[in-house]
């Protein structure tokens, strides 16, 4: 394979790359975030079939629902870190552009780093809705485990 010496073809490829490798790893935050919405889904219908006739059953898998959300917020920060990796790349390619279109709205990356008033990035709003599932079920494993001494 040859390695291109123009300049202008460099940073086409550089810019492809760097757009590949955001629109793969911002994908995947979207579809692991799904999961984790219908795996949460699932063991809040599993928690609430089982916990009248067997709340030690409810509560052991409340506590596994508190530990996978875990894992799918450390799963969310290395993907978020991945996203953020491309972002850094495309700001380049983003600045270049801008600077060769004479159009300083192409500064698209700049433009959005932080969220308008009344709007929150997906960090706080993946965030806020992991912990407060976290905190759910370490609520509901207390109350089944409550609930199997009665």
């Known amino acids: 394979m040859t390695t291109p010496s123009d300049p202008d073809e460099i940073a086409k490829q550089a810019r492809e790359h760097a757009w ?8 995947q935050r979207m579809q692991a975030f ?6 949460t889904a699932f ?4 928690y609430a079939s089982i916990l009248e006739k067997r709340p030690g059953a409810a509560a052991v898998l409340a506590a ?5 959300t875990l894992w799918f917020n450390r799963l969310d920060a290395r993907s978020r870190q991945l996203v953020e ?7 380049v390619s983003q600045a270049r552009l801008a600077n060769l279109a004479d ?4 500064k698209i990356l700049d433009a959005v780093d932080k969220p308008r008033p009344r709007a929150s990035s997906y960090r706080s709003v993946i965030n806020v ?11 509901g494993a207390a109350f089944a485990a409550w609930l199997s001494k009665m």
């Open 85 to 91: 990796a491309g972002e850094d790349a495309l700001r």
């Open 20 to 27: 590949n490798w955001f629109a793969l790893h911002a994908t």
């Open 34 to 39: 799904n999961f984790f919405v219908v795996a």
């Open 43 to 46: 063991l809040i219908a599993a």
């Open 64 to 68: 596994v629902g508190a530990w996978l």
């Open 103 to 106: 159009n300083p709205h192409l």
């Open 129 to 139: 809705i992991q912990w407060t599932v976290f905190a759910l079920f370490l609520i």
